[in-house]
Nanobody, 124 residues
Framework: QVQLVESGGGLVQAGGSLSLSCVAS????????MGWFRRAPGKEREFVSLISWSGGYTVTLDSVKGRFTISRDNAKNTVYLQMNNLKPDDTAVYYC?????????????????WGQGTQVTVSA
């Protein structure tokens, strides 16, 4: 089992920044690829970004590319999502997810463990 706990969400004005963290426990963090997803009000959960177990490969949703950056620190069992120049459309609950193996994908079903989510609200 892997337990994931997100933090760092909050209320921010458009153009502002937030840094999300997700701390993992229970298994060797470096054995897992990690992803960030989000669910906006009234919408399905969507892929945001992923990172390989070593941190050497990342993929990011086109609509947030250049504004969001995923990273990880395996020594701290933590994956991060730095979000800059936030827009009201970024308002959502953000979830981190873990997949055993080198690399995850964009589909929810590929991931084995999920956190409870952290709310991000961007005001206009």
């Amino acid at each position: 089992q892997v337990q994931l706990v997100e933090s760092g969400g909050g209320l921010v004005q458009a153009g502002g920044s937030l840094s999300l963290s997700c701390v993992a426990s229970g298994r060797t963090f470096g054995d897992y690829a990690m992803g960030w997803f989000r669910r906006a009000p009234g919408k399905e959960r969507e892929f945001v970004s992923l990172i390989s177990w070593s941190g050497g490969y990342t993929v990011t949703l086109d609509s947030v590319k250049g504004r969001f950056t995923i990273s990880r620190d395996n020594a701290k069992n933590t994956v991060y999502l730095q979000m800059n120049n936030l827009k009201p459309d970024d308002t959502a609950v953000y979830y981190c997810a873990a997949k055993r193996g080198v690399l995850g994908g964009r589909r929810e079903g590929e991931y084995d463990y999920w956190g409870q989510g952290t709310q991000v609200t961007v005001s206009a």
